[in-house]
């Protein structure tokens, strides 16, 4: 990401810091308990990627590899006011370091589940409760917390959403295209 101009626009910039912190909250609830800074990245960088059936068809399948080992500076500097203010990392910013140890208990899932935008809750929400239905989105995300398959069930939502915009955009490329 390069913002080209960076006015006061006070709107963007929160919309921005959200952005940043909602893939944060999400790269946390589908990585392990412990994970090395570039892991982080990788799955941040991954998310825009988690479900695109280009991956499988037309992209080269190391993309998201080769987006973040050459600009691991660049990631540092988007996420390390994000990662500093995060209690549950230790972001050594003099070493370019991060130590982090996510609480995956029930209750810490929850929290984070609880952070994530309303759309992606929606989704995770359609996906785990039954159809016909009219739950809670909040009962049902403290089922997925309490769920041990929490992040694959997070990555599922974001593959969902993913995989139809990718649909629209390619439909939308082949009928511009030439």
Do not use: W
Request: aromatic content about 6%.
């Amino acid at each position: 990401v390069k913002i080209l101009t960076q006015n006061e626009n006070s709107k963007l910039q929160a919309a921005l810091v959200s952005n940043l912190k909602s893939a944060v909250t999400a790269a946390f609830l589908m990585l392990p308990e412990s994970f090395s800074e570039e892991d982080l990245y990788m799955q941040i960088a991954g998310l825009s990627y988690s479900g695109d059936f280009r991956m499988v068809i037309g992209e080269d399948r190391s993309k998201v590899q080769n987006i973040v080992k050459p600009n691991v500076p660049h990631f540092q500097k988007l996420y390390s006011n994000i990662l500093q203010d995060c209690p549950q990392v230790v972001y050594k910013h003099h070493l370019g370091r991060l130590e982090a140890s996510i609480d995956k208990s029930p209750e810490g899932q929850f929290t984070q589940l609880m952070a994530l935008p309303r759309t992606l809750q929606q989704k995770i929400t359609s996906l785990v409760g039954p159809p016909g239905k009219n739950r809670d989105v909040e009962e049902i995300l403290l089922q997925v917390a309490h769920d041990p398959d929490c992040g694959i069930v997070v990555h599922q939502g974001i593959s969902g959403i993913v995989r139809s915009s990718s649909i629209v955009q390619s439909a939308k490329t082949i009928l511009t295209a030439g």
